[in-house]
């Protein structure tokens, strides 16, 4: 079956089709009624290669990730997934690994793919890379992060004032020996969150010791936590709950509680983090959201609508690992 017979069979024009399949305004309620009547009456499938010949675009966007496997980043494509899929738009999925190379080459596979636009989440921004961005003439959207020489829009959180906050509560409950498990030095998100802690423990008057994970899993914090466990430190900030998670279960195997013998707090609010014993207390980033927004923002990108960069707020979630002292 062709666009005429569609046409035809609806009584109107095939203009008139072309612009319901192709989701296009100003097509009344009743004239995309009958169309879509006879398509699903007939079953018609469009024929997506000649759709993006006619209107230059393949309705797919690259999702270009560090960690897919990740649950922060799983909410993300989900967040982006609810927006997208709505407008008949496929998700090209990939997993760069935080690593830069990777990071360009997959960029540079998503434009040989004409794909209409890519969403794309760095662990590092560094100006040669920031300037890479900048020249893509095909529209992007970056989540996660921004920069201040970054000519595109952004959808991102504040993790250096999330972090200050945490210290904040921390001190205010009375803890002023802190160990901080930050992220492995090369992510910029570390880097800020590790600014954050710095820039607070100063504020504050107080000092805090600092343990570089090795990576981003739940065995790093274990083994971070085991180089703290001699220390004297009241509390244990973690730059991410699955690194807080692993610390956890390092201070339970030696025998030890959570909170009577150490605090403990994260970021991200993982759905695990609500489940365990005692509840991790954390800081929320909607990551869900951000995915939606960033979804909603590579649409108007795409339809040349003015886009701005847009921060996302976070909230401190207070749970029974935290006590005063």
């Known amino acids: 079956m062709k666009m005429e017979d569609i046409a035809r069979l609806a009584g109107v024009s095939k203009a008139s089709v072309s612009r319901v399949l192709n989701n296009k305004p100003n097509v009344s309620p009743i004239l995309k009624e009958k169309v879509e009547a006879v398509i699903k009456e007939y079953s018609y499938t469009p024929n997506l290669l000649a759709q993006a010949l006619n209107t230059k675009a393949t309705k797919s966007i690259g999702v270009l990730l560090p960690a897919i496997g ?32 990777k990071c360009k080459n997959y960029l540079e596979v998503f434009k040989r793919k004409q794909v209409d636009g890519i969403l794309y989440f760095p662990t590092q921004l560094p100006e040669d890379h920031v300037q890479y961005i900048n020249s893509l003439k095909i529209p992007i959207v970056l989540i996660g992060q921004n920069h201040e020489k970054l000519e595109k829009p952004a959808v991102y959180f504040s993790d250096k004032d999330a972090a200050v906050d945490i210290i904040n509560v921390l001190v205010k409950t009375g803890h002023k020996k802190i160990a901080y498990i930050s992220m492995p030095k090369e992510h910029d998100i570390g880097k800020m969150r590790l600014e954050g802690v710095k820039s607070a423990v100063i504020n504050n008057g107080i000092e805090a010791y600092v343990v570089y994970a090795e990576d981003l899993s739940y065995e790093a914090g274990y083994q971070a936590m085991s180089q703290i466990i001699s220390r004297d430190v009241t509390a244990v900030f973690a730059a991410m709950d699955r690194i807080a998670i692993g610390a956890m279960r390092y201070i339970q195997d030696q025998g030890l509680t959570i909170p009577d013998d150490y605090s403990v707090i994260g970021i991200d609010d993982m759905e695990i983090s609500k489940m365990l014993n005692p509840r991790l207390s954390t800081i929320l980033f909607d990551y869900r959201l951000s995915g939606k927004r960033a979804g909603e923002m590579i649409l108007n990108v795409i339809e040349n609508k003015e886009v701005h960069s847009e921060l996302l707020e976070h909230v401190f979630k207070r749970r029974e690992s935290v006590k005063e002292v």
Do not use: H, P
């Open 70 to 101: 990740l649950d922060v980043f799983s909410s993300i494509t989900e967040g982006i997934s609810q927006v997208l899929s709505k407008e008949g738009y496929e998700l090209l999925l990939a997993d760069s690994g935080g690593n830069l190379d």
